[in-house]
């Protein structure tokens, strides 16, 4: 059984404002059912704000302040949340690690990884979402997405490598002029020196990681540390023998997939096609 670092332990900003709200609700004399009724929610809803599992919407600590009569105290505590802490609870961990790896390993087998994804690209993959995300959230989404990719920009620079699969390249997420200028992103991605980009063939028969995606990285403390992602669910994962059978994975996958040189050539002969 491996151990897992579980992103939603830690304190946050919004554990913070939803024992802020906790505080609001009770002075007001109202009930967390109470509360959900005057803004036609569910109860839940209030409860995971309270617990800070739910991060609260600018629109929605709008509406609190108002029926709570709190002079705006909870739309400047939003405002004023770290864009760190704006991801999804679930990630935060990962993405602070992100931030300083040193070595970044990363197979994708939906989308194209977030690293890499255009402006557009990444707001059709948020658009995606089920349930549908709000207009603001969307924004902050997207946002906090390309705000993650200045890791690729910062020096000393990590060395990375990604492995995606071909059909990723052949799904028109956004539609095709979308899909078009992503894929010339990545194209170009692929000549960074520091950067390794490889292509899964469809075709091929044997794979070594048909059970998901996964990220592997090192800290700059030479900590060996892996990232596995599913619905609605995630994990950071420290165990040495655990983090070892995903590195054994990958690098099985690198040489199943085309080569960086037949991966760059796969890529322009996608472009030349679109």
């Given at each position: 059984?491996?151990?897992?670092?579980?992103?939603?332990?830690?304190?946050?900003?919004?554990?913070?404002?939803?024992?802020?709200?906790?505080?609001?609700?009770?002075?007001?004399?109202?009930?967390?059912?109470?509360?959900?009724?005057?803004?036609?929610?569910?109860?839940?809803?209030?409860?995971?704000?309270?617990?800070?599992?739910?991060?609260?919407?600018?629109?929605?600590?709008?509406?609190?302040?108002?029926?709570?009569?709190?002079?705006?105290?909870?739309?400047?505590?939003?405002?004023?949340?770290?864009?760190?802490?704006?991801?999804?609870?679930?990630?935060?961990?990962?993405?602070?690690?992100?931030?300083?790896?040193?070595?970044?390993?990363?197979?994708?087998?939906?989308?194209?990884?977030?690293?890499l994804q255009t402006e557009e690209y990444a707001r059709a993959?948020?658009?995606?979402?089920?349930?549908?995300?709000?207009?603001?959230?969307?924004?902050?989404?997207?946002?906090?997405?390309?705000?993650?990719?200045?890791?690729?920009?910062?020096?000393?620079?990590?060395?990375?490598?990604?492995?995606?699969?071909?059909?990723?390249?052949?799904?028109?997420?956004?539609?095709?002029?979308?899909?078009?200028?992503?894929?010339?992103?990545?194209?170009?991605?692929?000549?960074?020196?520091?950067?390794?980009?490889?292509?899964?063939?469809?075709?091929?028969?044997?794979?070594?990681?048909?059970?998901?995606?996964?990220?592997?990285?090192?800290?700059?403390?030479?900590?060996?540390?892996?990232?596995?992602?599913?619905?609605?669910?995630?994990?950071?994962?420290?165990?040495?023998?655990?983090?070892?059978?995903?590195?054994?994975?990958?690098?099985?996958?690198?040489?199943?997939?085309?080569?960086?040189?037949?991966?760059?050539?796969?890529?322009?002969?996608?472009?030349?096609?679109?």
């Amino acid at each position: 059984m491996y151990s897992a670092k579980k992103k939603n332990k830690r304190v946050t900003s919004w554990h913070v404002i939803g024992a802020q709200l906790a505080t609001f609700r009770k002075a007001a004399g109202l009930t967390q059912a109470a509360l959900a009724d005057r803004c036609c929610v569910g109860e839940d809803t209030i409860a995971s704000i309270e617990q800070g599992r739910r991060p609260l919407q600018a629109d929605f600590a709008a509406l609190l302040d108002e029926l709570l009569d709190t002079k705006g105290v909870l739309q400047v505590a939003v405002a004023k949340v770290p864009q760190k802490e704006r991801f999804p609870a679930f990630v935060q961990d990962f993405v602070e690690y992100e931030q300083e790896a040193v070595t970044l390993l990363w197979y994708e087998n939906q989308v194209i990884p977030g690293l890499l994804q255009t402006e557009e690209y990444a707001r059709a993959v948020f658009v995606s979402l089920y349930p549908p995300l709000k207009d603001d959230e969307l924004g902050e989404r997207v946002a906090a997405r390309l705000d993650r990719q200045k890791v690729l920009a910062r020096k000393p620079r990590p060395m990375a490598s990604f492995l995606i699969e071909e059909s990723i390249l052949r799904r028109p997420i956004g539609g095709r002029c979308v899909l078009h200028e992503q894929i010339k992103h990545l194209r170009r991605c692929a000549e960074l020196p520091f950067l390794g980009l490889q292509i899964m063939a469809t075709d091929r028969e044997t794979h070594a990681a048909l059970d998901g995606p996964m990220v592997l990285l090192e800290t700059p403390d030479h900590d060996q540390l892996a990232y596995v992602e599913g619905q609605r669910v995630s994990f950071l994962i420290d165990d040495l023998d655990e983090v070892s059978v995903l590195q054994q994975k990958y690098g099985m996958l690198r040489s199943q997939a085309l080569s960086p040189e037949e991966s760059m050539r796969l890529l322009d002969d996608l472009l030349g096609e679109s």
